[in-house]
């Protein structure tokens, strides 16, 4: 149990001073005008309160991720608290505040602009393609999800609760941000939280002690930490599924310094979830052993009904057919929006998009497949997911990496969780098996040189650009 509460005190600590260090190297400026002002539309561009721009990053970066993620990351014990920690705060809070902040100072601009901008146009290029990808996934995937539990509940089919939901989606993707997400998010989120708190406070009262710090991989099957850990904890640690949703509340941001408490804000109450859940699976079932079982009998929905149920009574039912219903769909509908933000920012390169009746009407293109793949196997999509996800979280790192060594600034905030990231994606593609099934110790060595080629890379852009700083000093002084 101490290893549990010494895990949130060093998040709630790292929000109190890393953050602010973080921000100290991005350097703010309350006045300047942000795109909310400049470029307000009404329709993507409102000035909102951090508060609630905190609560709706919260439910669109968050959804079930921290939950469903924490719960399988459970499997490998204690571990996971170190995971979810360490990437917290030294890599998802920074790639989460680079993500929203880079996206403000350049207008309210997607995620695959400030990649191209700062990465060139072959990345930026594969990263349109990577995000549109993973957006029509994660849509799909939290679309599937809550229609086949709501199929089970009541008497509609599976068809008809998905396109209900798929309505919603619709209505949330080209209606203006402030009327139904800026109106109900703030709600959802307060629910997410609670859920979480509860679950955190009952298990302080039960007779099964939360284990302890270990470095022993606790997983039943064996299966090694490095790299599955870093993919399958996500959501709580670091995603890259955020940087396609930060541009989202950057276009609504009142002021830079609200910046810290919206998006390094919500990665850290995001990881504080995650922490209860992992906290929660490895306890209640006694073990990774219990856990495990408990997994392959009713999955992680089964899961977390189980324990909310038998932990908070008719409240933790209600709370729990709420979460595992509505946080995916939260999820879902602006990981949809932002599909059409990103679409609607390529087509604009090639056509002048001035008319709003045309800006939505792009939804189609991205909708339509996203329904097609919502009639696919949950299971069979969430799997793809992952690795696409931790692909994305690198890129970002490594965009902000490169914006820090242009503004010659302390670029290693970002490098350093950039290199771990890369480590963990060129790792895990051939390990995985969704990917090439590899000998465990032959994906390790392809994936550190892979990884290394990286390096190698990060040392020559440090060189180049501290010999621009340098000329460009010496024509100063001139």
Same mark, same amino acid.
């Given at each position: 149990?101490?290893?549990?509460?010494?895990?949130?005190?060093?998040?709630?600590?790292?929000?109190?001073?890393?953050?602010?260090?973080?921000?100290?190297?991005?350097? $703010?400026?309350?006045?300047?005008?942000?795109?909310?002002?400049?470029?307000?539309?009404?329709?993507?561009?409102?000035?909102?309160?951090?508060?609630?721009?905190?609560? +709706?990053?919260?439910?669109?970066?968050?959804?079930?991720?921290? +939950?469903?993620?924490?719960?399988?990351?459970?499997?490998?014990?204690?571990?996971?608290?170190?995971?979810?920690?360490?990437?917290?705060?030294?890599?998802?809070?920074?790639?989460?505040?680079?993500?929203?902040?880079?996206?403000?100072?350049?207008?309210?601009?997607?995620?695959?602009?400030?990649?191209?901008?700062?990465?060139?146009?072959?990345?930026?290029?594969?990263?349109?393609?990577?995000?549109?990808?993973?957006?029509?996934?994660?849509?799909?995937?939290?679309?599937?999800?809550?229609?086949?539990?709501?199929?089970?509940?009541?008497?509609?089919?599976?068809?008809?609760?998905?396109?209900?939901?798929?309505?919603?989606?619709?209505?949330?993707?080209?209606?203006?941000?402030?009327?139904?997400?800026?109106?109900?998010?703030?709600?959802?989120?307060?629910?997410?939280?609670?859920?979480?708190?509860?679950?955190?406070?009952?298990?302080?009262?039960?007779?099964?002690?939360?284990?302890?710090?270990?470095?022993?991989?606790?997983?039943?099957?064996?299966?090694?930490?490095?790299?599955?850990?870093? &993919?399958?904890?996500?959501?709580?640690? +670091?995603?890259?599924?955020?940087?396609?949703?930060?541009?989202?509340?950057?276009?609504?941001?009142?002021?830079?310094?609200?910046?810290?408490?919206?998006?390094?804000?919500?990665?850290?109450?995001?990881? $504080?979830?995650?922490?209860?859940?992992?906290?929660?699976?490895?306890?209640?079932?006694?073990?990774?052993?219990?856990?495990?079982?408990?997994?392959?009998?009713?999955?992680?929905?089964?899961?977390?009904?189980?324990?909310?149920?038998?932990?908070?009574?008719?409240?933790?039912?209600?709370?729990?057919?709420?979460?595992?219903?509505?946080?995916?769909?939260?999820?879902?509908?602006?990981?949809?929006?932002?599909?059409?933000?990103?679409?609607?920012?390529?087509?604009?390169?090639?056509?002048?998009?001035?008319?709003?009746?045309? $800006?939505?009407?792009?939804?189609?293109?991205?909708?339509?497949?996203?329904?097609?793949?919502?009639? +696919?196997?949950?299971?069979?999509?969430?799997?793809? &997911?992952?690795?696409?996800?931790?692909?994305?979280?690198?890129?970002?790192?490594?965009?902000?990496?490169?914006?820090?060594?242009?503004?010659?600034?302390?670029?290693?905030?970002?490098?350093?969780?950039?290199?771990?990231?890369?480590?963990?994606?060129?790792?895990?593609?051939?390990?995985?098996?969704?990917?090439?099934?590899?000998?465990?110790?032959?994906?390790?060595? $392809?994936?550190?040189?892979?990884?290394?080629?990286?390096?190698?890379?990060?040392?020559?852009?440090?060189?180049?650009?501290?010999?621009?700083?340098?000329?460009?000093?010496?024509?100063?002084?001139?």
């Amino acid at each position: 149990m101490l290893t549990f509460f010494a895990a949130i005190v060093l998040l709630i600590g790292g929000y109190a001073i890393y953050s602010k260090f973080v921000e100290r190297v991005f350097v $703010i400026n309350d006045e300047t005008s942000t795109p909310a002002y400049t470029k307000r539309d009404n329709l993507d561009y409102v000035p909102m309160s951090w508060w609630k721009g905190n609560l +709706i990053q919260l439910l669109n970066i968050a959804g079930l991720g921290p +939950i469903y993620g924490a719960v399988a990351g459970a499997l490998y014990g204690p571990a996971a608290f170190i995971w979810i920690v360490i990437g917290c705060i030294f890599a998802g809070g920074v790639h989460d505040y680079f993500s929203g902040m880079m996206s403000m100072r350049h207008g309210g601009a997607q995620y695959p602009s400030l990649v191209g901008r700062y990465l060139g146009n072959i990345m930026k290029a594969f990263i349109n393609l990577l995000s549109l990808v993973l957006m029509m996934l994660v849509a799909a995937a939290f679309t599937a999800g809550p229609a086949q539990l709501i199929a089970q509940l009541t008497p509609l089919s599976f068809t008809v609760s998905l396109i209900i939901i798929f309505s919603y989606f619709l209505l949330a993707t080209i209606l203006p941000i402030n009327r139904v997400i800026g109106k109900i998010y703030p709600i959802l989120g307060g629910i997410l939280l609670f859920m979480a708190i509860s679950i955190g406070i009952a298990l302080l009262f039960i007779d099964k002690p939360i284990p302890n710090l270990t470095f022993e991989n606790l997983h039943p099957g064996g299966l090694p930490i490095w790299p599955l850990l870093m &993919v399958t904890i996500s959501c709580g640690a +670091i995603s890259g599924f955020h940087s396609t949703q930060s541009p989202i509340i950057a276009r609504t941001m009142k002021k830079e310094s609200d910046g810290r408490k919206i998006f390094y804000g919500a990665m850290v109450i995001e990881g $504080i979830i995650a922490l209860i859940w992992a906290a929660a699976g490895m306890t209640f079932f006694n073990g990774t052993g219990g856990l495990q079982e408990a997994l392959a009998a009713g999955g992680p929905s089964g899961v977390v009904n189980e324990i909310s149920i038998s932990l908070l009574g008719t409240l933790g039912g209600i709370l729990a057919i709420l979460g595992v219903i509505i946080l995916p769909i939260t999820t879902g509908d602006t990981a949809l929006r932002s599909s059409r933000m990103i679409f609607t920012e390529l087509v604009s390169k090639f056509f002048k998009l001035d008319n709003k009746l045309i $800006i939505l009407l792009l939804t189609i293109p991205v909708a339509i497949p996203t329904f097609y793949m919502a009639t +696919i196997d949950y299971t069979f999509l969430w799997r793809y &997911v992952g690795w696409t996800n931790q692909v994305a979280a690198s890129v970002m790192l490594w965009t902000g990496t490169v914006y820090l060594l242009k503004n010659n600034r302390f670029h290693w905030i970002c490098g350093i969780p950039a290199m771990f990231m890369t480590g963990v994606v060129c790792t895990y593609i051939f390990y995985a098996p969704e990917g090439l099934s590899l000998d465990w110790g032959l994906s390790m060595a $392809i994936g550190f040189s892979l990884t290394f080629i990286v390096l190698v890379w990060y040392v020559a852009q440090i060189s180049k650009y501290r010999k621009l700083h340098q000329n460009s000093k010496e024509i100063k002084a001139a």
